[in-house]
């Protein structure tokens, strides 16, 4: 998938399942920090939203 598909679907219902994980995530929007992030293992990309609707991302975390 590429990256910009996985964004345009990124609020589907039918978006890829990541896997949860507990950590200090800031917001790259408005420097919220958040206690957790969704991990999507294939396409190496670690997701998370703030209180405020913010979507940040990490493409190619490990
Ligand atoms: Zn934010």
């Known amino acids: 998938m590429e990256f910009s598909d996985f964004l345009?679907?990124?609020?589907?219902a039918e978006r890829p399942k990541g896997t949860i994980i507990?950590?200090?995530?800031v917001c790259q929007t408005c420097n919220e920090?958040?206690?957790e992030a969704?991990?999507?293992?294939?396409e190496k990309i670690?997701?998370?939203?703030c209180s405020e609707?913010?979507?940040?991302?990490?493409?190619?975390?490990?």
């Open 46 to 49: 670690l997701k998370w939203t």
């Open 22 to 25: 507990d950590g200090a995530f």
């Open 33 to 35: 920090q958040c206690g």
């Open 38 to 42: 969704e991990y999507f293992m294939i």
């Open 53 to 62: 609707g913010h979507v940040s991302y990490i493409k190619d975390f490990l």
């Open 8 to 12: 345009a679907h990124s609020s589907d």
